[in-house]
């Protein structure tokens, strides 16, 4: 039998990546992702792209009501998307996000019996946020092995972060040797209903600088 495994998978570059490590390592993927409130449609459209090319076992799309909450600019629209490199964490850090995500996954990891959960968290090229540590996922896990029946009488879970201490271009280059077609990717924080992305986020800005690092062409959809 296929090990199985819930990869987090939010249409971008990152878990397009993590997603295709799984595979190519012979896990029974299921994939999921969340519409947690954020400003498009357009990155959970690339998910579900993504999830039919692995041809993963299942792919959920969960609702979230974080936007509710407020507090980033990925959720709030009074709040400006910002331009320029932020120092500390920026407002597009969105308020216990990989927390909640990971607790939901963790959830339909234990009902599938699938011990392994993946995340495409980075810790090198990444805007700062507090839960793409690896203490945090160091913690989380801890955590997930003490709340959970499966914890305690099949003896527990994995959280897997491959990327966590890859650069970009280290990622993108993973990527281009399993075959990942990063043009089926959105990670702009403010891309259109096209899925294109501005070219002055953070997050554009990241990626750009993987694709030049890395000596890989850039297939990224631009606005401008």
């Given at each position: ?100 995500f ?29 839960d ?66 501005c ?17 890989v ?8």
């Amino acid at each position: 039998m296929l090990k199985k495994a819930v990869i987090l998978v939010s249409g971008g570059l990152d878990s397009a990546t993590v997603l295709a490590i799984a595979k190519s390592q012979g896990y029974e993927c299921y994939a999921l992702s969340f519409d947690y409130g954020q400003r498009h449609d357009s990155e959970l459209e690339a998910a579900s792209r993504l999830a039919k090319i692995y041809d993963v076992q299942e792919h959920k799309i969960i609702e979230l009501g974080m936007g509710e909450f407020g507090g980033s600019a990925l959720t709030d629209d009074e709040i400006n998307v910002p331009t320029e490199k932020a120092t500390g964490i920026p407002v597009t850090y969105v308020p216990a996000r990989n927390t909640v995500f990971l607790s939901i996954a963790l959830g339909w990891a234990e009902v599938l019996s699938a011990w392994d959960i993946f995340i495409g968290v980075n810790a090198v090229d990444y805007s700062g946020y507090p839960d793409c540590r690896q203490e945090f996922i160091n913690a989380f896990e801890n955590l997930a092995n003490l709340a959970t029946k499966a914890g305690v009488e099949e003896g527990g879970f994995k959280i897997h972060t491959p990327l966590i201490n890859l650069s970009k271009a280290q990622i993108i280059q993973k990527g281009e040797a399993l075959n990942v077609d990063y043009s089926e990717t959105v990670s702009c924080y403010q891309a259109n209903t096209k899925g294109e992305a501005c070219g002055e986020c953070e997050s554009c800005r990241l990626r750009q600088q993987g694709f030049e690092k890395a000596k890989v062409q850039d297939p990224t959809r631009y606005q401008h």
